[in-house]
């Protein structure tokens, strides 16, 4: 991981020094000196705010409407420190009851309804009792997210216990 940022690092600065000997000792008009200089700005925010995609941080996208759930972390809210708090499940969608897409991370806001549902499914969890889950409005999901942060109403998600496959009989 080091490497990799560091190697972006490296990259920027020699497309930095590039582009600083471009503009020195070219006879190019100075609109297109500034248009460079323009775009290569443009191109450090765009990857600046890519970056953490990149890096595995959790997303605020929509979750997948059924999903298998893998781990899942709370973190509680801190007066003291003024932190809201937030809640993380690792979830890989369900494509049937066989097949799952990689896992991905996705952050909701703190709610206590959702907090209850996790530590009794992290119990099972731990117990190696396999959880899936699912949003009861999965269109619906990311506004209510918006509209938890002004304390409206919760996420509507169930979790189930995975059934044990059935084996044909001998």
Same mark, same amino acid.
């Given at each position: 991981?080091?490497?990799?940022?560091?190697?972006?690092?490296?990259? $920027?600065? &020699?497309?930095? @020094? !590039?582009?600083?000997?471009?503009?020195?000792?070219?006879?190019?008009?100075?609109?297109?000196? +500034? #248009?460079?200089?323009?775009?290569?700005?443009?191109?450090?925010?765009?990857?600046? $705010?890519? &970056?953490?995609? @990149? !890096?595995?941080?959790?997303?605020?996208?929509?979750?997948?409407?059924?999903?298998?759930?893998? +781990? #899942?972390?709370?973190?509680?809210?801190?007066?003291?420190?003024?932190?809201?708090?937030?809640?993380?499940?690792? @979830?890989?969608?369900?494509?049937?009851?066989?097949?799952?897409?990689?896992?991905?991370?996705?952050?909701?806001?703190?709610?206590?309804?959702?907090?209850?549902?996790?530590?009794?499914?992290?119990?099972?969890?731990?117990?190696?009792?396999?959880?899936?889950?699912?949003?009861?409005?999965?269109?619906?999901?990311?506004?209510?997210?918006?509209?938890?942060?002004?304390?409206?109403?919760?996420?509507?998600?169930?979790?189930?216990?995975?059934?044990?496959?059935?084996?044909?009989?001998?």
């Amino acid at each position: 991981m080091t490497l990799g940022i560091t190697g972006i690092i490296s990259a $920027y600065i &020699l497309l930095a @020094l !590039l582009l600083l000997s471009i503009n020195l000792y070219s006879k190019w008009s100075w609109q297109i000196k +500034a #248009a460079t200089i323009v775009l290569t700005s443009v191109f450090y925010v765009v990857t600046y $705010y890519s &970056l953490p995609g @990149l !890096l595995g941080w959790p997303t605020s996208q929509n979750p997948p409407a059924q999903f298998r759930l893998l +781990a #899942a972390h709370v973190e509680q809210p801190n007066k003291e420190k003024n932190t809201t708090g937030a809640i993380y499940l690792w @979830l890989s969608k369900v494509i049937n009851m066989t097949e799952l897409t990689k896992p991905r991370a996705y952050e909701f806001d703190y709610s206590a309804e959702l907090h209850e549902k996790v530590i009794n499914v992290n119990a099972k969890l731990n117990k190696n009792i396999d959880q899936i889950g699912e949003f009861k409005e999965p269109d619906d999901v990311m506004n209510e997210v918006n509209e938890q942060k002004r304390g409206v109403k919760s996420i509507k998600i169930e979790f189930y216990d995975l059934p044990d496959p059935l084996f044909p009989d001998k």
